[in-house]
């Protein structure tokens, strides 16, 4: 993700897009790595048979996914924190 100007001086603005993102990341990985289609995905959440090592693959997953977003925040690629007078 390249950060748009008026996101390096909004730190709300910036968590939002990082958490807006998850969502679609998180099922893009899980189609791709369970080898899935989309259709397959939702039948998948709607109740149908998830596999032991799916099961460990979407939380290995999510895992990764959380902290690469983490990561995202807080090496480099975030706006610079707000002044303290302005949390009081």
């Given at each position: 993700m390249n950060p748009q100007p008026n996101l390096l001086l909004n730190p709300?603005?910036?968590i939002h897009?990082?958490?807006?993102?998850l969502p679609?990341?998180?099922k893009t990985r899980i189609c791709t790595e369970c080898n899935?289609?989309?259709p397959t995905y939702?039948?998948?959440?709607k109740g149908a048979?998830?596999?032991n090592?799916?099961?460990e693959k979407i939380t290995f997953i999510l895992f990764d996914q959380l902290q690469q977003t983490w990561q995202r925040c807080k090496n480099?690629?975030?706006p610079p924190p707000a002044p303290a007078a302005a949390l009081s």
């Open positions: 709300l603005q910036h897009q990082l958490l807006t993102e679609l990341a998180v899935w289609s989309l939702y039948r998948k959440v048979h998830i596999s090592a799916e099961k480099g690629h975030n």
